[in-house]
Nanobody
Framework: QVQLVESGGGLVQAGGSLRLSCAAS????????VDWYRQAPGKQRDLVAR???????NYADSVKGRFTISRDNAKNTVYLQMNNLKPEDTAVYYC??????????????WGQGTQVTVSS
């Protein structure tokens, strides 16, 4: 059982930066991976970035080079640093943690979502 609390969303002008935080209720060393998703109005929820327990990261092409996902194990927190924001980045951003229970069995936990709005 994992609870995730997000923070850091807000309103920013194009070209600006925001850092989103996803704080977990358990040690993130027990979490296999953490994803950041985003969902704009009328659109599906898309994967933005992923970090695994081994430190491997992946990014959607639309954010590659601008966004950085990282983790601070001591603080049980995963971050999404968003630089050079564009209006098309406007969305609700969600973090999702996957925790394995037994082999080939896992549970996914979602944060509440945080609004990011980028103005022109």
């Amino acid at each position: 059982q994992v609870q995730l609390v997000e923070s850091g969303g807000g309103l920013v002008q194009a070209g600006g930066s925001l850092r989103l935080s996803c704080a977990a209720s358990v040690s993130i060393t027990s979490i296999y991976l953490v994803d950041w998703y985003r969902q704009a109005p009328g659109k599906q929820r898309d994967l933005v970035a992923r970090i695994t327990s081994s430190g491997t990261t992946n990014y959607a092409d639309s954010v590659k080079g601008r966004f950085t996902i990282s983790r601070d194990n001591a603080k049980n927190t995963v971050y999404l640093q968003m630089n050079n924001l564009k209006p098309e980045d406007t969305a609700v951003y969600y973090c999702k943690a996957r925790q394995y229970t037994v082999a080939s069995s896992w549970a996914d936990y979602w944060g509440q979502g945080t609004q990011v709005t980028v103005s022109s």
